[in-house]
């Protein structure tokens, strides 16, 4: 049922993955964490380990998001979901840009493996990860739908799909990137190399939502 | 403002650290004894093919009397890497100084002009009391998710001493540290091993104990501090405390391996009531617990009574008072400033359970009075009072610089004639071995003394790491 839409769609598939290729890059979201621990264990396989968890908080963020929204999208008018996605989304990238820099240290470098997928989960919603999703998970759903209206049956498999679709993106890039660091290039390159991704997040959550209210 | 890449001063770890360029200021805290005239952070010229190297460039003088300027930090350092808790575009730029008596905590900025610091706020102590609940701000660490300061006594300035945090861009105080303290009542010093969630705090005494100066009854009772706490960082924690013993008394400086894979750091321990030596003791991790051990001891030496002060003379000798120490970058180089005899020995201990001695200087001490060859007046021996306290050391390992004051009412017990302000520098061998720089003496601009020393972009007593 909604293969039409992926082939038509193409690029909004392209979208939900080039997010978790944006998330997953990140360092905040992750990767650094792993290579940390395994610096810190002088274990690569302490650095596999850990991906696991990140991957499954990051997923279950974005997940609790995009559910939550597409409940919205059921009861509430149609009219009404894309403005009230675009100002959460608009909010988050003002509460980023003057709080997200604060947060209290509740995990450390001798965390566990449930300790991280908490973390990672905390990191991801902090982060408004899920609501970048939003505007190219909306449109799917809507083109899956014959009545072009948002039904459980239709909205249901997109929503895994980009769930998916992401987390598996996300988990590549997370994979590559610390393995690449840990085992060739090594943390020096983030005194210059750690760009001000924060910034970009606030910038890429307001483009998500002026994006859905142009679409 | 947060700022597109990390700042340059920040490293991932102190392996890479070690590499830095060399400093080229020093900023130290410098007191009024008589608290009658401001306390101020003098600027040094550290730059050796500067006209105006070894020699004070500036002054950022408080806005009060009676401060006690003593130890001070950086808003933000190395740690702002660390995963768990990212702050990579945050300025190294604020100095955090906060008076020890006044309990007034001012804010300097570094960056318009790192010669020309500028203050830029001030905390008064109502506002810390009433949000933190503790007074006698002492030990200022940049950490993870921001500023932490040990602090001896609570509002009414009594036990329990601890750990307060303010935010790192707003210098708000955010709060007492701990969740639960436990049986820890006594306070000083503050830091911590990020690899294992350990926090590390030691003991001086509650802040009536010692403001007037060190209370003979108290020290021979045994009652200033001599304990070690160990704390669950993230969670806050109280985990374990270890008792030095009856005759150790003052309990200091924390001085944790800087590779966050290393378990254990070096503590100094000023007295000892049996023989008046000082020690060094490691602490470490053994099996789920911590423990310690004395790896140094430096003894007393002999001396003639009429050289000594009152508190001294029925004892017949210069106690070593080691009252501080510092870690080089890699972990290899102690650094032990007996203040009493005016040594400045430096240990190689790459094996933190058998240290060598590899080198030492001696400057001032209460007989020995040593002198510097760069003091003026031709100086000789029986000129220099005060002896090796503050040490820091350049993240290189290369360059050590001291100070020679302790605390102002502490510094007559052992000086009675009152101690004259003096910095300098030691030119330290990759192998071991230091030797004074004979053109680094500053002879401290009377009425004020110097104590803490802060290089600029960081040194071996500010950064902490999240890599090995």
Redesign the interface.
Known sequence: MSTPAISSDIWLWLAIAGLGLFHGIN??MGW??A??LG??H?SERIVWLSLLPIGLGHALAIALVLFLVLALGLVLDPGLLRPLAAAMLFGWAAWHALYG???????????GLGGLFL?SFLMANAHGAGLMLIPAVIPLCLAASPTHALTVGTSLPIAFAALGVHTAAMLATIGIVSIVVYKRVG??F???G???L??VWTIALVACGVLLLAI | MATWQPDPSFYPSPRLAAKAPPEQLAYVAAFDPARKSPDSIAVVDLDPSSPSYSSIIGTVAATHAGDEFHHFGWNACSSCLCPNAPHPHIERRYLVVPGLRSSRIYILDTKPDPRRPQIVKVIEPQEIAEKTGYTRPHTVHCGPGGIYVAALGNKDGKAPGGVFVMDHESFEPLGRWEVDRGPQQLAYDAWWHLGFDTMVTSEWGAPETFENGLVPEILLGSKYGRRLHFWDFTKRKHLQTIDFGEEHQLVFELRPAHDPTKPYGFVNCVISLKDLSSSIWTWYRDGDKWAVKKIISIPAEPADPDLLPPVLKGFKAVPPLVTDIDLSMDDRFLYVACWGTGDLQQYDVSDPFNPKLTGKVRIGGIVARASHPGAKNGAKNGKLNGGPQMVEVSRDGRRVYFTNSLYGAIDPQFYPEGIDGWMVKLDAKSDGGVAFDPKFFIDWPKGQRPHQVRLQGGDCSSDSYCYP
Request: net charge positive; glycine share 6%.
């Open positions: 360092p905040a650094l964490f290579v940390a610096l810190n002088r820099r604060r947060h209290k240290v509740r995990f450390g470098m001798q965390v973390w943390v020096g983030l005194r210059r750690w760009i001000n924060d910034l």
